[in-house]
């Protein structure tokens, strides 16, 4: 059973940003991370404020069959997408390994050939 309520999925799909899935395409090309407070330098906001954002933008790339892009987006103390991240359950990440598999995949991915190839 899904941790997300369907209104909260609904709002993370919404809140989805391209200009930031672009962004987070472009570090992985380079096998780079990102925190969450350099997400904010960047583009304004709390380092706090980027979940349902986030969420949209993993919501969008299940939906295509990619990459979980967001999860390039680590904390500053842990190397590691934040715990609160409930979703990443729903998406099938249980553990620290799981998340480390798919910030491989996205490393590894052409991303070129998609919406947020640069």
């Not at 369907?6 to 799909?13: I, Q, T």
């Not at 990619?66 to 680590?74: A, G, N, Y």
Request: with cysteine.
């Amino acid at each position: 059973m899904p941790k997300i309520s369907a209104a909260s999925y609904r709002r993370m799909k919404n809140s989805y940003r391209l200009d930031i899935a672009k962004h987070l395409a472009a570090l992985a090309v380079n096998s780079e991370t990102v925190t969450y407070g350099a997400l904010s330098d960047r583009f304004g906001g709390t380092a706090r404020g980027w979940g349902d954002v986030l969420g949209g933008i993993a919501i969008r790339c299940r939906e295509n069959e990619l990459p979980i892009l967001s999860v390039l987006v680590v904390s500053a103390a842990t190397g590691r997408p934040s715990t609160d991240a409930v979703q990443y359950e729903d998406l099938g990440f249980n553990s620290p390994l799981d998340i480390q598999e798919e910030q491989r995949r996205c490393f590894e991915f052409d991303w070129s050939k998609t919406p947020f190839g640069t």
